[in-house]
Nanobody
Framework: QVHLVESGGGLVQAGDSLRLSCAASGRTFSSYYMGWFRQAPGKEREFVSS????????YYADSVKGRFTISIDNTKNTVLLQMNSLKPEDTAVYYC??????????????????WGQGTQVTVSS
């Protein structure tokens, strides 16, 4: 079992920054890749970014490349998502996920085995 707890969402203006944090716990969390997905109202959940606990395997959706940065704090078992130059279209509930690295469904949401509760990010224009 893997337990994920997100924090850091909020309401900001376009062009501002936010940092999301996801604390992971459980016996086997380090065997997963960690990722962020988001779901806007009326839309399907979509992939944002993922990273392996060792660091070298990092991926971003095209829509966030150059603006978002994912990182790992191994001392705190935490995954961070630094979001810069936010746009209104980034408004969504952001979910932390533990992704099965062997899944053929990556980067679809169905590749994740565990989810956090979600944190709301709202970007006003």
């Amino acid at each position: 079992q893997v337990h994920l707890v997100e924090s850091g969402g909020g309401l900001v203006q376009a062009g501002d920054s936010l940092r999301l944090s996801c604390a992971a716990s459980g016996r086997t969390f380090s065997s997963y890749y960690m990722g962020w997905f988001r779901q806007a109202p009326g839309k399907e959940r979509e992939f944002v970014s993922s990273v392996s606990w060792s660091g070298p395997r990092i991926y971003y959706a095209d829509s966030v490349k150059g603006r978002f940065t994912i990182s790992i704090d191994n001392t705190k078992n935490t995954v961070l998502l630094q979001m810069n130059s936010l746009k209104p279209e980034d408004t969504a509930v952001y979910y932390c996920a533990a992704i099965n690295p062997a899944s053929a469904r990556w980067p679809r949401p169905s590749s994740a085995d565990y989810w956090g509760q979600g944190t709301q990010v709202t970007v006003s224009s």
